[in-house]
Structure formats: structure tokens, C-alpha cells
């Protein structure tokens, strides 16, 4: 008997720690996650359903089925072992977002690169990436150039800002001495001012045969605050000797570049991958995960509406309110950590912890996020007392008092005479009162 005692006291210990345990083990939550489940939240809501509807816990369950799926299959064949993890930049390819994102996408907000995500998830190399030239950086001057006054300096050239000196000294080294390169070509890619007085661009060469980019050079532009040594006109830039038209040179990479989702990615600057991203880039990702789930069999979430897709403007709008949820570009091409996997959307857009164990339950309160209220010290009012339970007889109570007045009427007595009529014929009077002796005989049934 003690045995047995002794093990129902260990199973009721280790069944109590191993709840505090996985209560601890709560999965964090990516801003990648979070932002998805907002998109969601945003469109049920405008359309009357309640956060708290079984459908909108069913809609995220079968989306997060559909990205975990999407990642443990087609990413992988996307990604081709170049990252460690899927990240959700290779889900956004493996899912097909290429066919719904058709032109050239900024990665981050005030971002200067682009990606073209490939119609087709199974190509090898699905990524077209472009930088735009960025405008140059403050300080600047306005303007043409002015002599003793502030100008920026590349090598040989000075000019009123920086990338008109950027410009002209790639232009002069590399289109002239490299243009007839058979392997390579090269284009200045982005470019971003690196200090309150410097401003940096890199070189790319690309090979002719594959289209492979690397890194080569860059150009500086440095900035002084004085001593230009001549006027220029605005537009032009200044050599040695002479005021010269800058040269012209394609300041972005060609159309046709290619790149695997991995090279995409190493080619990425700390400073771009800290931006926040782009919600052209979320939105289209979330709406094509929801619309998946949606042509399931057995779908049992919110009706996903193809006229009514989820919008870029409607996540910004979401982005602004809520800055510190949204992701950056890093969040979106890092590999997913496995502390984050399964990969299980929040029913709370803003909670940022998930219990692995536990799907999105749609016995939520949605005003689990609004704060609490004080309502003010506790009056101390008493619990309500019942009253007894009638009687049958209290129910009816009140009938049989209506009226009391009718319960002591009774008919008035009345003195009447039998009427006999009569007539004459035949020289005689007829009179007519057999009625009446029938009457008197039958009184005491008719009047008791």
C-alpha cells in the first residue's frame, strides 16, 4: 500500500512540473508570423466576422499548414542546400508568389533593391535582383558647382553632389577600359551614403556566361565643405583642368541578371537588411498562403474572397500602428530559427510567444490585448437573496380576488302576474290561460 502511494505522489509531481515545463517552452513568434495573422485579422474584421470566430482560428491553422508544408518540400528544392533552413523569402518563392508579384518589387521601405520573384517555383535560380541608384545623401550642396564653395570629390572629378561624381569616374573607368570585355560586364549597384560625409557605391562584374554577380570595386565620394576649385554649371562636373558633362553610365544591374535565392541574399548590405520591409512584399505572400488554404478540401475557415484580396495599403496602414511588430528585411530572408518552427500563426497579431503544443484555439478573448479597467474600491454590496418559491395557490391568489363584488350578487326577487289573453267569437269571450297553469305547476324546478 505505501508503494503505491509513494508512486501516486511521484505521477502527481512530474505530471505538475512537466506543465510548468511546457508552459516554459512557449514557441517565440517572428515578426514574419505575426504580420501574416494581422493580414488575416484585418480582412475578418472589415467583413463583420469576430476575432473570436471558430472560422478565423481554422483560417490560420490551415495557412500555417500550408507555409510549413510549402517549406518542408518545394523551398527545399528551391534552396537547394545553399541555406541551412527555409527562410520566408524561399517560401514566398516555392509558393508561387511570381505569379502574382509580375513586376519588380522593392525588398524593404526606402530600399533600393529589387527582386523578381520567377512565375515558376521550380526554377533553379528565381531571383532577378536590382539596386537603384539611391539620390546622394546629406550633406549636399544645390545648384551647379562653386568655386571656394562646398563640392564632393571622386578621384579626379568634383561636382555639386555625389553621384555625379560617382557616375563620371565609373563611366570613365570602366566603360571605356572594360567595354569590350567577351567574359564580363560590370554596373555600378547601389549606392548610399555610408557617413555624414562619405557616400559608397559597389561595382558588380557578371559573368557573360551565367549571369553570375560578384562583388568588384567600389567608388567614395567624399564630401568637403569648401574649396571647389571653379564654377561649374548644374549637370556638370569638373575635372583637372575643366568643367565636363558627366558621364552616362546604366546605373542599374541588367535585366536579364539571374541570381539563386542564396546569392540574392549574400548580396544584401547590413544596412538594407536592417530596413523594414517592404508590405508589397508581405502582402501578396499572405494573401497567396490564405488562398492556398482556402482551395484545400475540408477548408473550414473564413470564405477567402479573390475581389477582396489582401492589400500592401491595408498592412502599412497596420505597419504604422504597430512599428514595433513589423519585420525587417532580415526577418524576411533570414532561415526560419527552429525555435520558431512549426511554423504556427498567432491568433493575437501582436503576442510573440506560441505554444508549440497548442493550434490557434478560437475560444480566445478578443479583448485579451485591450488593457484592464479600474473600476473603482469594491462597494461591498451583498450577495442577492431569492425569494421563496410560490405556492400554487399564491399563483392563483390574484385570480379569484378579481371582482370580489360579483361573489355576493344575487338576482333581485321580482312579483309578476301571468298574462291571459282573450278574445270574442261567436257571440262568446275566449280566454286564454292553460299557459299559465302549466307555469304555476312546473314553478318550484324553474325557481327553487
Known amino acids: 500500500m505505501m508503494f503505491k502511494l509513494q508512486k501516486l505522489i511521484i505521477v502527481f509531481f512530474v505530471l505538475l512540473f512537466s506543465k510548468n515545463i511546457l508552459a516554459g517552452m512557449a514557441l517565440p513568434v517572428s515578426p514574419m508570423q505575426r504580420v501574416f495573422s494581422a493580414g488575416v485579422q484585418i480582412k475578418a474584421v472589415k467583413r463583420g466576422f469576430a476575432v473570436n470566430d471558430p472560422r ?154 551565367d549571369g553570375t554577380a560578384t562583388n568588384y570595386s567600389n567608388f567614395r565620394a567624399s564630401y568637403f565643405a569648401s574649396g571647389a576649385p571653379r564654377n561649374c554649371p548644374q549637370g556638370q562636373v569638373s575635372n583637372a583642368t575643366s568643367c565636363v558633362a558627366p558621364q552616362t553610365v546604366p546605373d542599374n544591374a541588367p535585366d536579364n541578371l539571374k541570381l539563386s535565392a542564396q546569392q540574392a541574399i549574400n548580396n544584401l548590405s547590413p544596412v538594407e537588411l536592417a530596413k523594414p520591409l517592404s508590405p508589397e512584399i508581405v502582402a501578396p505572400l499572405a494573401d497567396k498562403l490564405w488562398r492556398d488554404a482556402a482551395a484545400q478540401p475540408g477548408y473550414a475557415g473564413l470564405p477567402y474572397l479573390a475581389n477582396d484580396p489582401i492589400t500592401a495599403q491595408e498592412l502599412d496602414v497596420w505597419r504604422q500602428q504597430n512599428p514595433q511588430n513589423w519585420p525587417t528585411v532580415q526577418d524576411f530572408v533570414a532561415p526560419q530559427p527552429a525555435t520558431n518552427q512549426p511554423w504556427t500563426l498567432p491568433i493575437a497579431p501582436t503576442s510573440t510567444t506560441q505554444d508549440p503544443s497548442q493550434n490557434p484555439s478560437p475560444n480566445t478573448n478578443p479583448a485579451a490585448n485591450n488593457p484592464l479597467q479600474n473600476l473603482g474600491p469594491d462597494p461591498n454590496i451583498g450577495t442577492p437573496n431569492l425569494e421563496a418559491t410560490p405556492t400554487a395557490q399564491q399563483i392563483l391568489q390574484p385570480l379569484f380576488n378579481l371582482f370580489p363584488d360579483f361573489r355576493s350578487f344575487v338576482m333581485p326577487s321580482h312579483q309578476s302576474v301571468c298574462p291571459k289573453p282573450s278574445f270574442n267569437a261567436f257571440g262568446s269571450t275566449y280566454i286564454l290561460e292553460s299557459h299559465c297553469n302549466i307555469a304555476e305547476e312546473q314553478r318550484s324546478f324553474c325557481f327553487p
Open 56 to 209: 478565423f482560428g481554422a483560417t490560420l491553422n490551415s495557412m500555417s499548414l500550408g507555409a510549413a508544408s510549402v517549406a518542408g518540400t518545394t523551398a527545399a528544392a528551391v534552396v537547394a542546400g545553399a541555406i541551412t533552413a527555409p527562410a520566408w523569402a524561399t517560401v514566398a518563392i516555392a509558393a508561387g508568389v511570381g505569379a502574382v508579384v509580375t513586376v519588380g518589387v522593392t525588398l524593404a521601405i526606402n530600399g533600393v533593391v529589387d527582386w523578381l520573384f520567377s512565375p515558376d517555383q521550380k526554377d533553379a535560380t528565381p531571383i532577378t535582383q536590382k539596386k537603384k541608384i539611391q539620390p546622394s545623401g546629406s550633406p549636399s550642396t544645390t545648384g551647379g558647382l562653386i568655386a571656394g564653395g562646398a563640392y564632393w570629390k571622386t578621384n579626379n572629378y568634383m561636382a555639386s553632389d555625389a553621384m555625379s561624381t560617382i557616375q563620371s569616374a565609373f563611366a570613365d573607368t570602366y566603360n571605356s577600359t572594360y567595354a569590350n570585355f567577351t567574359t564580363y560586364s560590370f554596373y555600378l549597384d547601389g549606392c548610399a551614403a555610408d557617413s555624414s560625409t562619405t557616400f559608397n557605391c559597389i561595382v558588380k562584374r557578371v559573368s557573360k556566361a
